[in-house]
């Protein structure tokens, strides 16, 4: 059974940077997507970042580019992601999400066949 486990939520302030992990256990796809999406109370699960293997292609959501960027660990079955100059639009709870095979359009959750439990940011102004 895959489980993914999240960790490096937490509060800081505007301007700050923080850095996400995912850890996927019972994982063993060779051709898979793993990616980040957030959400705020009230509004719809936003797709943030995407890195898909073999060929470790990185997609990013239209309000992090520039500022966010994804990186794995395919031995480990790990995502990392580099969040920069975060503002308060980027408070929600974070959650990591891994595919079982290609990821078609990576920007619809329905493609994620596993969550993890999501981690909060939340940034103050």
């Known amino acids: 059974q895959v489980q993914l486990v999240e960790s490096g939520g937490g509060l800081v302030q505007a301007g700050d940077s923080l850095r996400l992990s995912c850890e996927a256990s019972g994982h063993t796809f060779s051709t898979y997507g793993m990616g980040w999406f957030r959400q705020t109370s009230g509004k719809e699960r936003e797709f943030v970042a995407t890195i898909t293997w073999p060929g470790e292609d990185t997609f990013y959501g239209d309000s992090v580019k520039g500022r966010f960027a994804i990186s794995g660990d395919n031995a480990k079955r790990t995502v990392y992601l580099q969040m920069n100059s975060l503002n308060s639009e980027d408070t929600g709870v974070y959650y990591c999400?891994?595919?079982?095979?290609?990821?078609?359009?990576?920007?619809?959750?329905?493609?994620?066949?596993?969550w993890g439990q999501g981690t909060r940011v939340t940034v103050s102004s």
């Open positions: 999400a891994a595919s079982s095979g290609n990821v078609g359009w990576v920007q619809d959750p329905d493609e994620y066949e596993y």
